[in-house]
């Protein structure tokens, strides 16, 4: 034993030194001895090390022995918040020994927990609980656990990474704060995997008070390579299989339930795999922990449920099928690996096709060099304002505005929220969750009940579930504010990368069947949609340029297939889009943009583009996009070059305007703002929206902070506003170049990752482009006004631009309706009727126009009620293009409104 | 007869021998049903009462006709149709005469109207048209006229080759309708209905391809489609019923 363990042993109260021998520790890993000192100290910490070296050790041994050593209040005296309540079981399992050896009482508290449990809790108050942050707002409601959150010395928060880039993490960053109100200021510890920013973690978990940051790098434990699997899913799981057999124990990703589903399937016979994921009951989980625990287990397909520190034993290897899309993420994962102090985790991604090789590469590389994203939180997110401030009206009855706007000040999340408080008040008063009164904000009735509600900012509404009647099988999970924004009788969708259409919704179910034909506006439901960033993008649109490969962990397998699919490309004499190159290539569905520019990125510029040209054009643009492509589905006649003409006239400091407007009728759009409205009071949890238009409910939210919020969080999660600026700019700057072609093999690699439907903005153009069609399908006669011996009927759409008579040779051509055949055929006679004459001089007049001013005549002239005159009317305006149209609708609105039309 | 359309209601006035300016379906007071089932707003009729007066003020009718549902809740009056009706009332009448065709949503209004300004349910003609909620069966008078109703709360949604480009825009569907499925007598002159987008704003609303035939009321099944025409709520004719672009999802 070194002196250095010597002495960290020395430092903590002789009962946590015998528990130690008991447990036979004569070490303790980097993390332990370089945090321990410090949290003894009292210091505010983030630690921040590989998984399974005694990360919570680290952070528990030195508040152990302050819990010992330290008077304190009756109450709660340390409370550890995780993500995650298979996490708290977890943690529980591990500390119950502990507290059995200290003398400490530990205990649960979650959504799980029984009523029994909770009384005792109330009781007698466990000097450590552990909880999540939705059970601590809970508690916050109630009297007496109030009295006992009072008594908190000690925070911390395992896996504070995952809360901390989330609206739950907002919520519990003003949930500390309210802590602080009851008990004081405490220390507070945060135990993180490793980002690309921990600073702004400890910004996170502390506000403006000092903290510390310890760090031990995971790089550096990491052996990663990346495998081509093949192209077909029998090739792929053999390699899986390869793979477990491999090893003793080993641990498969998936991004998605389907695909660990589907792995799980095609490797049950063997009978030592398992399947773990989110949907799966409790029990079958913890069974299938058990089972890998004990070894009874080879393999354990899973996603991200097996990501956090969840202990099932000793893993040797990860496999990760399919790139892992996220850096971080892809550390996380491999880090569950290796799961002893000294080992390095070893990793393996499998990847299925060109842009998952690459993409896969990428990640790879920057896995290796330490390089994970950031952290992002969100700053001044009104919604958890909201939900806040009912909690602090609830909890007190009254407080006072400047309270609150204190308590808010002190948390990173707020810390300048400023006059948005207020708005946020004002709002909430409108929707009569509190009122106001001289400065204070008051409870209302309803408040308690919304706040039972939504003590969770988590989107864990309602769901519903998906059921296809075809095949008689659920195909998933539908958020009710999806549902209710959307799904109705007869409506088509997306999920699951394929369309449906609603049969019937009953209580909890939505009935499907698949949609063979659908046009529709087609929101998109993916839910489980794990975003490329925009460096990762990039990078793999330079790895396409650049074909150098060294410095990748990639097998040869791998660079030999990336290196076949390039060469294939320039055979074909295709364009490979890069990092400097963007193709726009004509597919028979529309237009394909291959933009290396990652989801949210492709996602902003795309949907900027199709209402540019739905705007332009008067017709409604679907739109697909994934992290290296966008495909705009437009009619025929809209081609390559017109979208690049589009793309090259962007301005940059435009597109967040462009977007704000592109939004606005979008599923995704009405989506949040249901969401939001939520937060707000505005809508329960149960409404009954039918009846309604809720469309035009939502409407009600134009200009209000409500609003601004549903925008707010779309831009921060959705879309990658700043990077497609960047894109734009590059553009102008020829810093990258665009090209037109037609369909690669790259440009048709699959999309299908998120798609929708952009509406022209205005009603008006939808409303011309529908009288355009109209009047092109018009029957109408054209006939010979010179010979009066030819007619011939059309449409409006196929007549000529200047129609010639075939027997005569004459351009005086009538258009005349259906109706006029008859008064037609009366021209050859000699003695016509004074009506007659009438219809002639009318006729004449109407082929004079034909023959001066063509097809616009024809179309004119088919106007509803449009006579010689009105027509006469619309051509004198020299209108063109839609204005033409505009005209005509003038002229047809006229007629509606005359006698003629409703002769009586 | 001429009409005018005013688009920001939608209203429409109908001029003959007076100026009749026609709106259906206001549901003043929907606020209190909203809160109870779970939408938590402020009252829209001040709103939505302003919007009216403003119409009220550009047509100058003689007349305001009401196609019925001018309150809102079932079968009673909430406290907030007792604060504002009246109120409603008092500044329709202070503009211009006032009658109400009732619908079924008009429950316990009687005591708040003046003694002509209810018509019966069945309707009534007024200055040659025939107005009505048009949730009943047509009394006899109305054969062989052009009938007004409201009730059906039309929409028209608008599909071009790619997808949906408008939906639930509020618009008119006309027809002429089978007299003898409404129990109207045999009349030289066919009778039409005019059926009248809602005024109130959050109303659903069905799309008018879907209204002909239609168990909501008596006259939606009595439509004669070969004869049915679409317009906008600005009176832009968009095509007849027959030739409207089908949903994709339907052919």
């Known amino acids: 034993m070194t002196a250095a363990i010597e002495e960290l042993r020395e430092s903590l109260h002789p009962k946590i030194r015998e528990a130690l021998d008991k447990r036979g520790f004569d070490e303790f890993s980097e993390i332990q001895m370089r945090a321990v000192p410090k949290l003894i100290r009292g210091d505010n910490a983030i630690l921040i090390a590989p998984t399974g070296t005694g990360k919570t050790e680290s952070a528990l041994l030195p508040i152990f022995h302050r819990m010992l050593t330290e008077p304190h209040p009756p109450g709660f005296t340390t409370l550890y918040i995780t993500p995650l309540r298979s996490l708290n079981r ?127 790098p995971v790089a550096k434990t990491l052996d990663l390579t990346v495998r081509f699997a093949g192209e077909s899913f029998a090739d792929q799981t053999k390699l899986i299989e390869k793979c477990i057999d491999s090893h003793t124990s080993t641990l498969v990703f998936t991004n998605t339930r389907s695909v660990a589903e589907a792995i799980g399937h095609a490797l049950r016979e063997r009978g030592d795999i398992d399947v773990h994921h989110g949907s799966l009951s409790r029990e079958m989980r913890v069974d299938a922990e058990d089972r890998f625990r004990a070894g009874l287990t080879r393999g354990m397909i899973s996603t991200s449920s097996m990501e956090l520190g969840i202990d099932i034993g000793q893993i040797d290897h990860v496999v990760q099928f399919n790139s892992p899309r996220e850096v971080a993420r892809l550390i996380q994962r491999t880090g569950r690996a290796g799961h002893q102090l000294h080992a390095t985790s070893k990793g393996t991604v499998l990847a299925t096709g060109f842009d998952d090789c690459i993409e896969s590469m990428v990640i790879v590389r920057k896995a290796m060099e330490n390089e994970p994203e950031n952290v992002r939180p969100h700053i001044n997110a009104s919604d958890v304002i909201a939900n806040q401030i009912a909690a602090l009206a609830v909890e007190r009855g009254e407080i006072a505005i400047k309270k609150i706007e204190e308590i808010f000040s002190r948390s990173y999340c707020f810390a300048d929220a400023g006059p948005l408080i207020r708005e946020v008040i004002a709002q909430m008063e409108k929707h009569y969750l509190i009122r106001t009164e001289s400065d204070m904000v008051i409870t209302k009735a309803r408040a308690r009940r919304y706040l039972s509600q939504n003590l969770s900012m988590i989107a864990d509404e309602k769901k519903s579930v998906v059921f296809d009647v075809v095949s008689r099988k659920p195909v998933g999970t539908l958020d009710e504010s999806f549902v209710i924004s959307w799904i109705s009788s007869g409506a088509v969708f997306v999920a699951r990368g394929q369309m449906w259409r609603v049969l019937d919704i009953d209580e909890d179910r939505i009935m499907v069947e698949p949609a063979k034909n659908a046009k529709g506006e087609l929101p998109s439901w993916e839910g489980e949609q794990i975003p490329v960033p925009f460096t990762v993008a990039m990078e793999a649109g330079q790895l396409r340029r650049l074909h150098n490969f060294d410095g990748y962990h990639a097998d040869e397998r791998t660079v030999m297939f990336s290196e076949k699919i390039l060469a294939e490309m320039k055979k074909n004499r295709s364009i490979v889009a890069t990092d400097k190159v963007i193709v726009l290539e004509d597919a028979d569905e529309g237009v394909v943009i291959n933009l290396c520019g990652g989801h949210k990125v492709n996602e902003a510029l795309g949907r900027v583009l199709s209402i540019l040209l739905s705007a332009r054009y008067g017709t409604a643009v679907g739109i697909e996009t994934n992290a290296y492509r966008i495909l705009l589905r437009l009619p025929k006649f809209l081609r390559a070059p017109d979208v690049d003409e589009v793309l090259c006239s962007l301005e940059p400091e435009h597109i967040e305007a462009i977007l704000t407007l592109a939004l606005k009728k979008t599923a995704l759009y009405k989506w949040k703002l249901v969401q939001v409205a939520k937060k707000f009071g505005a809508i329960d949890a149960d409404a009954d929206y039918e009846k309604i238009s809720i469309n035009r409910l939502l409407d009600l939210f134009d200009g209000t902070v409500i609003e601004k919020e549903a925008f707010r969080e779309l831009f921060f999660s959705n879309m990658d506003v700043e990077h497609a600026r960047l894109v734009v700019q590059m553009i102008r700057d020829h810093g990258m170049e665009t090209a037109t072609s037609r369909l690669s093999i790259i440009g048709a690699e699959g999309l299908f990752t998120g798609r929708d439907v952009i509406v022209p903005p205005g009603e008006d153009q939808a409303i011309i482009a529908s009288v355009k069609h109209r009047i092109d399908e018009q029957d109408i006669i054209l006939a010979c006004m010179h010979c009066k011996n030819w007619k011939s009927r059309t449409k409006v759409g196929r007549a000529p631009d200047t129609p010639q008579c075939p027997v005569c040779g004459a351009r005086l051509i009538a258009v005349l309706k259906p109706y006029d055949e008859k008064m037609y055929l009366a021209m050859k006679k000699k003695n016509k009727s004074t009506e007659e004459r009438e219809a002639e001089a009318r006729m004449i007049r109407n082929a004079n126009m034909v023959l001066s001013s063509g097809k616009k005549a024809i179309i004119a002239l088919a106007g509803r009620g449009v006579g010689p005159e009105a027509a006469a009317r619309i051509l004198n305006t020299f209108a063109t293009g839609d204005a033409f149209y505009r005209e005509i609708l003038k002229a047809e609105r006229k007629f509606v409104q005359t006698h003629r039309f409703w002769s009586d | 007869m001429n009409p005018e359309f005013y688009p920001a209601g939608p209203a429409v006035l109908i001029e003959r021998n007076v100026r009749t300016l026609v709106i259906a379906d206001p549901h003043f007071g929907v606020e209190a049903d909203l ?75 009687e005591k708040y109207l003046l003694k002509d300004e209810l018509l019966p349910v069945n309707g009534a003609v007024i200055d040659g048209c025939g107005y009505m909620h048009g949730h009943t069966i047509p009394a006899s008078e109305l054969a062989g006229k052009l009938i007004l109703c409201g009730h059906h709360h039309p929409v028209v949604n608008i599909y071009d080759e790619v997808g949906c480009s408008l939906r639930g825009t509020p618009g008119y569907l006309l027809a002429e309708i089978d007299n003898a499925a409404v129990d109207l007598p045999e009349t030289p002159a066919a009778t039409r209905v005019l059926l009248v987008p809602a005024f109130y704003e959050l109303a659903g609303g069905m799309d008018v391809r879907l209204i002909p035939g239609n168990k909501i009321s008596p006259l939606a099944k009595a439509i004669r489609t070969d004869t049915a025409e679409v317009f906008l709520k600005d009176g832009t004719y968009v095509d007849t019923w027959e030739d409207l672009t089908p949903d994709p999802e339907d052919t």
């Open chain 1, 90 to 216: 977890d943690m529980m399992n591990r500390l119950e020994w502990w507290g059995k050896e200290l003398g400490l009482r530990i205990s649960v508290r979650h959504g799980d927990t029984t009523q029994n449990d909770r009384r005792k809790q109330a009781t007698h108050p466990p000097d450590l609980l552990i909880t999540t942050p939705e059970s601590l707002q809970a508690m916050m409601m109630g009297k007496v656990l109030r009295k006992h959150l009072a008594g908190v010395r000690f925070i911390v928060i395992d896996e504070i990474h995952e809360l901390a880039g989330s609206k739950r993490g907002a919520q519990l960053c003003v949930g500390l704060e309210r802590i602080m109100e009851l008990s004081g200021e405490v220390q507070r510890i945060g135990i993180s995997a490793t980002v690309g920013n921990p600073d702004v973690i400890g910004q996170f978990l502390c506000g403006k008070r000092p903290y510390t940051i310890v760090q031990v």
């Open chain 2, 35 to 109: 809160h109870r089932r779970g939408l938590h707003f402020q009252s829209g009729t001040a709103s939505r009462l302003s919007r009216l007066l403003t119409i009220i003020e550009e047509s100058d009718p003689d007349y305001l006709v009401v196609l019925g549902d001018l309150k809102h809740m079932i079968p009673y009056v909430t406290y907030q149709e007792k604060n504002e009706v009246p109120i409603v009332l008092k500044k329709i009448r202070e503009k211009t005469e006032f009658r109400l065709a009732p619908g079924n949503h008009d429950t316990g209004l």
